[in-house]
């Protein structure tokens, strides 16, 4: 009785060491947070229980598939002096289930490997023998109901079996260490992606980056020549007696360069955009001139259709707001240029109200809002949601003839978003669309616009019988005037004097800020110097800074 009580206790205080084995490995592997300490973790648990249960060597084996045969390939190996082989093996060894079928198909029904080497068969130990052991102990592992593979360790002193318990606690073990490896690798597949993911997207932001630089130099080079050719047909235009074919082919020259310099202002408002080089500049200015300025810009481009502009103006609106001005005036020009272009004859209208926010004595925020509805072509539903996308434009077919890029409302959301705004359509296809724009700005203590001031505003209208007057720029001749051209572009030179020529002043041209510097320091005054920005050696900025210093 006393000897059967002492192998009780003995088995008890087994078991409670087994149990304390695994608690031991599982508070080895939560601690292994770092990738780098792992693999150590993982050796750590497997020699606690390897003493635990007294065996000398340990592995671990995860299954994988080669064609159509299932191999188990060792991806841990733990083992202490007296399991030291004498002929190291490599540090991966992989097999096919094949050598020992019996493994296979115990372990696909759940079954152990539990016991000498004697006792297995002789395939098995014709496998098995040359390495070293005298017992093998192999619990099979399944993750989600998967086959991953199997835990096994060698007992390479003794034969002998494990008991009932400890197959039970090894397999709890075997369970948690390769749980902790398959998320391991899940982590580092994760954060492989992850870095593979931000490599991606920097290369996209690179490869963006210059494209829209080389967008942005080359609409520089495109538009410096092109100002010169729309400059010289201006100039070629203001003479008087010019024979009528001349003229013709002129103006044709003329409103193509114009055409074709807003294509590649828009390219290059773009990359600005996406290189992040286009900034919101707020100051104070005047809303009924914003107003005027859209209204008499755009109704010019109405020409002989037979459509009627309409202003709808709030009265109660600020005379003076603090903003970005020249954005707002680029947004209500897209709208407005838009409403027209796609409208053949009906409507064209532009209302203008606001939200005010605060106290209106002081400099408060308020929402202003920008309604543009025209009587048009009108869109699908399938175009309203690509409307805003980058080059896209609606109803192809139709507008194949239209000029344009599709980049203006692209254009218009992003600078309408960059001023804390919004922009919303409604379409109906035959019958028009309604954008509207809501931008936050600052008010400063001022009067209303007032209601003489919004009617005469609204006195703009433009109807199919009425054409808008010719805008005549009337130049008063000034001899007395001195001014210095400052461009390293001979065409560009040209141009600058040519339209000047009419103002009758003394004009005098320098190539390079070196030229400028020198006509001062030889004694030379003018009243305006034109310098340019981008000139090679001495850009304008540090010709400028030098001309400071002497005083200009």
């Known amino acids: 009785m006393n000897a059967i009580l002492k192998n009780t206790a003995k088995e008890f205080e087994h078991q409670q060491e087994l149990l304390h084995a695994v608690n031991d490995t599982a508070q080895v592997l ?69 050598d020992v079928p019996s493994w296979e198909a115990s372990f696909l029904k759940g079954e152990c490997v539990n016991g000498p080497l004697d006792d297995l068969s002789q395939e098995e130990k014709d496998r098995l023998l040359n390495h070293g052991m005298k017992s093998v102990f192999a619990i099979p592992v399944y993750l989600k109901n998967i086959f991953w593979g199997y835990v096994s360790f060698d007992d390479c002193r003794r034969a002998r079996c494990l008991t009932d318990d400890e197959v039970n606690i090894l ?151 603090f903003g970005d001005e020249l954005r707002i005036k680029q947004v209500l020009n897209n709208l407005l240029s838009n409403a027209i272009k796609y409208t053949d004859k009906g409507l064209v209208k532009l209302s203008v109200n606001h939200l005010s926010q605060g106290d209106a004595s002081t400099m408060r925020d308020i929402m202003l809002r920008f309604i543009v509805e025209d009587s048009g072509q009108g869109m699908r539903s399938e175009d309203i949601k690509r409307l805003f996308s980058e080059y896209m434009r609606f109803n192809a077919n139709a507008n194949r ?51 003489a001031a919004a009617q005469r505003l609204r006195d703009f209208t433009f109807t199919a019988d ?35 020529s009419s103002y009758q002043l003394k004009i005098e041209t320098a190539a390079s800020g070196f030229a400028a510097i020198e006509r001062i320091k030889d004694g030379k005054t003018f009243d305006v110097i034109f310098m340019d920005h981008m000139m090679p050696e001495m850009d304008g900025i540090e010709a400028t800074e030098r001309l400071r210093e002497y005083g200009i």
């Open 30 to 98: 939560l601690a292994a947070m770092d990738e780098d300490k792992f693999e150590a973790s993982v050796l750590k648990g497997m020699e606690i229980i390897a003493h635990c249960l007294d065996v000398d060597r340990g592995y671990i084996w995860k299954n994988e598939m080669r064609g159509d045969v299932l191999y188990y390939a060792m991806i841990f190996e733990w083992q202490n002096d007296k399991g030291r082989r004498t002929n190291p093996v490599e540090n991966k060894m992989v097999f096919p289930y094949t």
């Open 171 to 321: 397999r709890s073990v075997s369970l948690m260490l390769a749980n902790a490896i398959n998320h391991n690798e899940l982590t580092l597949n994760l954060r492989s992606a992850a870095m593979d993911l931000r490599s991606a997207l920097e290369n996209a932001q690179d490869a963006s980056r210059a494209k829209s630089e080389f967008l942005a130099t080359m609409s520089h080079e495109i538009r410096t020549p092109m100002n010169a050719i729309i400059g010289i047909a201006q100039i070629q235009l203001q003479k008087e007696n010019l024979p009528l074919e001349y003229k013709e082919a002129l103006e044709k020259i003329f409103s193509s360069g114009n055409s074709l310099l807003g294509i590649i202002n828009d390219i290059l408002d773009m990359s600005k955009i996406e290189t992040g080089k286009m900034g919101i500049n707020p100051a104070e200015y005047d809303v009924p001139s914003l107003i005027n300025d859209a209204v008499q810009l755009n109704i010019v481009r109405i020409g002989h259709k037979p459509i009627t502009f309409k202003l709808d103006l709030d009265e109660n609106l600020p005379s003076k707001l």
């Open 401 to 451: 003839t239209t000029e344009g890029t599709g980049l203006g409302l692209n254009i218009t959301k992003k600078l309408v978003e960059m001023m804390d705004g919004s922009i919303a359509v409604e379409s109906e296809y035959g019958k028009g669309s309604i954008f509207t724009v809501t931008i936050k700005q600052k008010a400063p203590e001022c009067p209303p616009i007032g209601a």
């Open 466 to 500: 009425r054409q808008a007057p010719i805008m005549q720029i009337v130049r008063e001749p000034m001899p007395y005037g001195s001014v210095l051209v400052v461009d390293d572009v001979e065409t560009n030179l040209y141009v600058a004097v040519g339209l000047l």
